[in-house]
């Protein structure tokens, strides 16, 4: 198959799941009394469900169980758990969203949810084996999509056109600065003995070991985000407090935990052990340094170099839609900067994902070049 053939398949694939998990997340749980659904103070539950969760549909949870979770084992764990809350807070305090609230209809319900939690995840498998693309960030730009325009509209409505030109410049600003980000890297170079076979696969070659810029990747902000939101979600669903995602303490937590999340995150994302040892199984080394330990330190020191403002910058980009609604005065879209910053990094990811395969297919002659 040539490799345009090749990649239009993996597209059409990604689609017909993202077409299969949106209808899902509009599609009401059994049980459900659709013409009573209502919204939410809570922005955010919109930008991690897609809007599904409170429309109680049945992928309601969308990928906001294995974000929690981190892990797809634990991921289904959490899908059950979180869908017997859901159905019990629905049971409790909103018994007019439901036909009927006697044990079956309650279990069949959560069951639904549940299972509805695993088919995203499996939807997600296929994306990332067969499709383009990070599953999981593909159905979360997928959800954040869904719901941008509505927010978007919200800020014009309630702010006016400047403040929606605002949100725009900022957006442009990211598609500018993001990229860049993404793909800044450190390149250590590498060399390999001349009886090595990773010398003889490709003698003469430019060998490096890449070192990127933001090794913390997206998750710090969705780490933030379900921790800072967690009290807000239970005070909502109990009725012990008023939630305001707008407050000050709010404003200045989130980009505090993105730093302290990137920073964790980067700790374990690239281990110069684990690089070095490989680098010495494999005959190479890098020049100048002796292989083993001082390879490992040096690696260390050029990793703590290279990332120490990588979650600075997270924390920036994080805090800069925050106060410019601040600023502006919208009280309830606080999120929709988040909303831009999580989707044109998942934008521009799925992009240097298939220009990557596009590649990689050409340098193994799968198609002449002219």
């Avoid at 059994?30 to 992928?59: H, K, Q, R, Y």
């Avoid at 995203?120 to 159905?139: K, P, Q």
Wanted: glycine content about 8%.
């Amino acid at each position: 198959m040539k490799v345009r053939d090749r990649v239009l398949t993996r597209l059409l694939i990604t689609l017909l799941a993202v077409t299969v998990f949106r209808i899902g997340q509009n599609v009401p749980a059994p049980g459900v009394n659709a013409s009573a659904l209502t919204g939410t103070d809570l922005g955010v539950i919109d930008l991690l469900t897609g809007g599904a969760l409170l429309d109680l549909s049945v992928f309601a949870l969308g990928v906001l169980p294995v974000m929690v979770a981190g892990s797809r084992r634990l991921a289904l764990l959490a899908g059950v758990l979180m869908a017997a809350g859901v159905v019990a807070v629905a049971a409790v305090r909103g018994g007019h969203l439901l036909h009927d609230r006697d044990p079956l209809t309650l279990v069949t319900m959560a069951a639904c949810i549940a299972a509805g939690a695993a088919l995203t995840l499996r939807l997600a498998d296929l994306i990332t084996s067969a499709g383009v693309g990070d599953g999981i960030s593909i159905l979360l730009f997928a959800q954040i999509a869904a719901v941008l325009p509505s927010q978007l509209n919200g800020v014009r409505e309630s702010a006016g056109v400047l403040a929606l030109g605002a949100v725009l410049l900022i957006a442009l600003a990211f598609m500018v600065v993001l990229p860049a980000v993404d793909q800044a890297q450190r390149r250590v170079p590498v060399q390999y003995r001349r009886d090595s076979a990773s010398y003889r696969r490709a003698p003469g070659a430019a060998v490096y070991i890449p070192i990127r810029l933001n090794q913390a990747g997206l998750s710090p902000i969705m780490y933030a985000l379900v921790v800072l939101y967690a009290p807000l979600v239970a005070a909502d669903a109990t009725g012990l407090a008023d939630p305001d995602e707008t407050a000050l303490w709010f404003v200045a937590a989130l980009p505090v935990l993105v730093v302290l999340f990137a920073y964790a995150r980067i700790a374990v994302a690239f281990d110069p052990n684990e690089v070095s040892t490989g680098l010495w199984k494999s005959g190479g080394f890098v020049p100048g340094i002796r292989p083993g330990r001082n390879t490992a330190e040096y690696l260390a020191y050029v990793r703590a170099r290279v990332n120490a403002p990588a979650p600075l910058f997270l924390g920036l980009v994080t805090l800069a839609p925050l106060a410019t609604f601040a600023l502006l005065g919208i009280d309830d879209l606080a999120l929709t900067g988040t909303s831009l910053l999580i989707a044109l990094c998942v934008a521009v990811t799925t992009v240097k994902h298939t220009v990557g395969e596009l590649l990689y297919r050409r340098r193994l002659n799968e198609i002449p070049t002219k």
